[in-house]
Every structure is written in C-alpha cells, then in structure tokens.
C-alpha cells in the first residue's frame, strides 16, 4: 500500500494517469521516496511529473526495456527534450527533468548504465553498452567522463542514422566534417573541443572492435588549442578575500561553505574531490588530507595547511549537523544529512561567487586561481601538476602562461629597443 498515493495525488484522473504510464507503480513509489527525504510537496507533484514524462517517451523510444537505465536517461535529456512536442502535463525544464531522473536514479541504485539486459535493449543500447566497458577497462576512465562520451557518442549516432540503421562500416570523413560543422555554432571552443575528442575516442573503439576501417579517427577535424588563446582568468588576493566577507561564519551552512572554499582555493581541490571526501580522509595527527580517486583515478596526499585544516574543524564541531553519514559534507536541507554531490558543491560555491560580486568563469576560476599562485609562488609545473592531480603536463602548462614575472625573465629584447 502506498500511503503517497492518497495524500499527494488527490485527483482521481492522475492516479489513473499514472497508473496507466509506462513506469506505473514506480511513480507513486518514487512519491514515497522524496517525501521520506523531506521534499516539499510541490517539488514531489513537479519531480513526479517530470519522472512521467520521461515514462511516456520510454513507451516508444525503448518498449521493451524492463529496467530504467542512465543511457535511457542521457537520451531522454539530450536527445528528446531538443525537440519535445509532448503535452501538458509533461515538464519540458532541463533541469527539472535532470534532477528529478537524477533522484529516479539514485532510487533505483542505478548511477550507470545497467550491463545486464543487452538481449532486449536496442542497437545503440548494445553499442554503447561495450563503448562504456571499453571505457573502464581499457582506457580506466572515471564514471562522469564515461557518461558524457556516451552521450556525445549517442547524439552522433542519432545525427548520422536517424532512423536507426546503423551502417557504422561506411562512416567516412565527410560525416565527421558536416558533424562538427552543424555543432560549432552553439557551443564554445572548448566544448567543441571536448565534443570532438569525446568523438574521436568513440571511434577509436569502432576501429578497435572492427566495426570500421582502422585510421578513421586520425579524420576528425582538430579544434584550436589554448595557445592561440588569451590566459585563463584567475582571482586575485583581495578578490578570494572577498568571498570570506560575504560568508556567515556563524551558521551551519556558513561553517560548511568557508570549508568548501578553503579546499578549493587553499588546495585546488575540484567540486567532485569536495563532494567525495570522508572523514577518515583526514588525518589529523599527521596533519594531511587523502583525496580519493578522483578524475584521474589515482589517490593523491595532500598537506593540510593550517587556514584549510582550523576551517575543517570548525565545520566538523560546530556546523555538521548530527548523521550517521561519513562524508565531509552533507545537505543542511532536503535531503538533510546526506552528502552533498557534486553539484550541490558547484552550486554552494556559485552562490557565495554572486554575494561577492564575482561573475563568469564558474566554480573551476578558483582552482585557476591556486594553481597560478602556487606556480607564482616558485612551484615547478610538476610540483603544480602533483598537487592538482593532473596527469598530463601540457594540461598544467597554462599556468606558466599567468606567471608573469617568470615569463619576463626568458624573454628576449626587441631588436633596437632597450636593453
């Protein structure tokens, strides 16, 4: 019996509504699930919403698929709302359709695509099923770079085959080119670039399988890279200063995001490190912190200064509300004491960048910002790319581009000018 059913969906003609959808009963289980966590009622109306909407497009997109799966989701997202004509009440929001799958998701234990039913899943489904084991097993990458190859990989699938008949052997250089071409509009150089490479990988797999002609991937076209491009912008001392002045130290979710900070400025720590950090990560006899495997899948030990490490403490006894979860940081509201992810992390941050002033760039300006002034500071790129956990140096070698003072003693006199 579900208790949900009588107090959120009062109307007769939407419980028959939903009973009648594609996910059925899961709907009103998923009503249970939010408000078990706290969510207001209009949030659950909303996220219940958007949840059958995505069951109506699945009836038709993947008839005889009997588990949600996150490729479903990553279509539904990227490829159906684009174009959506579907009727009221169905919730066309991005993200509202993206935070309300993402809870489906998690109710269901589901963070990857589901490995087991390839025998009822379509051709895509199958595809990029064994791109994504290719992906962990092969190349060892971490599960967010997986997910937006796939869909990159999916979106090209459906732009070159749109009725489905996959001719993946007489792909050629021209369906590359028209691809890249119809993208570079919308998107800026660097997501182009990121498209592009998460393309090429893609068909680095075709050809390691056999499904086309090996040298293809050499055929995608590049994307200027960051030296003909103007430096990273970064913060300056009185700018990070600032985000301390609009912070209230004496609140619990104050404590929480001068926490957040201090890892992101004082160690460059990305908003997922943030997010998946345990308490017994740090140590504090030894006076280090532990970041897990991250995007590089390699664990790094860090030094913990003495500003990161007073603001940890501070956090941990007097703002950390009482939960058995073992997470560092952890949702003050809805659903209150479990971890933040790491998109409540980049959203906390974002907030504290508006109250002081601070606009474009995003969460990452700050990790810009540590990184420059550590290399400023005389830190060698290695020593930059050590702490950062990069593990190509030409991805640290933007730094060395703001360090002004080094750049200046390597440069050479103008012929004619002054000495």
Not at 114 to 140: I, K, N, Q, S, Y
Not at 191 to 214: D, I, K, M, W
Not at 292 to 313: D, F
Not at 334 to 356: L, Q
Request: overall charge positive.
């Amino acid at each position: 019996m579900f208790v949900m059913d009588s107090q959120l969906f009062r109307r007769e003609w939407s419980r028959r509504r939903m009973a009648a959808n594609g996910l059925g009963i899961i709907l009103f289980r998923y009503a249970d699930w939010l408000c078990e966590r706290g969510y207001a009622r209009n949030t659950i109306h909303q996220y219940t919403q958007a949840v059958e909407h995505f069951g109506q497009w699945r009836e038709t997109a993947h008839p005889f698929s009997s588990k949600v799966k996150a490729t479903e989701v990553d279509e539904f997202l990227s490829v159906h709302l684009a174009h959506c004509a579907c009727v009221v009440p169905a919730v066309r929001s991005r993200n509202t359709c993206r935070a309300a799958l993402a809870r489906l998701l998690a109710m269901s234990g589901e963070d990857e695509p589901d490995r087991g039913e390839t025998a009822v899943c379509g051709p895509e489904d199958v595809l990029l099923g064994a791109f994504d084991r290719h992906m962990e097993e092969v190349c060892g990458l971490s599960v967010a770079t997986r997910r937006y190859r796939r869909r990159y990989a999916l979106e090209f699938l459906r732009w070159r085959f749109p009725h489905s008949r996959y001719d993946i052997g007489g792909l050629c250089a021209c369906d590359f080119f028209g691809y890249a071409q119809s993208r570079a509009e919308g998107l800026k150089r660097e997501s182009l670039g990121v498209l592009v490479v998460s393309l090429r990988a893609f068909t680095r797999f075709l050809e390691f399988e056999g499904f086309c002609r090996h040298g293809l991937s050499a055929v995608w076209p590049s994307v200027a890279r960051w030296r003909t491009s103007p430096p990273k912008a970064v913060l300056g001392g009185e700018e990070v200063g600032r985000l301390d002045d609009v912070i209230d130290s004496a609140s619990p979710t104050g404590l929480r995001d001068k926490a957040i900070l201090r890892l992101i400025v004082g160690l460059g720590l990305r908003c997922s490190e943030v997010a998946a950090l345990r308490l017994e990560d740090v140590d504090w006899r030894a006076g280090t912190l532990l970041v897990g495997a991250g995007k590089q899948r390699r664990e790094r030990l860090l030094p913990l200064p003495t500003n990161v490490g007073k603001a940890l403490a501070d956090y941990l006894h007097k703002g950390r509300p009482q939960t058995p979860c073992r997470f560092v940081m952890v949702c003050h509201r809805i659903p209150f004491g479990e971890a933040m992810t790491r998109e409540r992390v980049r959203g906390a941050v974002r907030r504290v960048m508006t109250r002081a002033g601070l606009k474009g760039g995003g969460t990452h300006v700050l990790r810009h910002s540590f990184a420059t002034m550590l290399h400023n500071r005389g830190a060698s790129l290695k020593e930059v790319a050590d702490v950062l956990g990069h593990q190509s140096p030409d991805t640290t070698a933007i730094y060395a581009r703001v360090n002004l003072p080094q750049l200046r003693t390597v440069a050479r006199p103008w012929p004619g000018g002054p000495s």
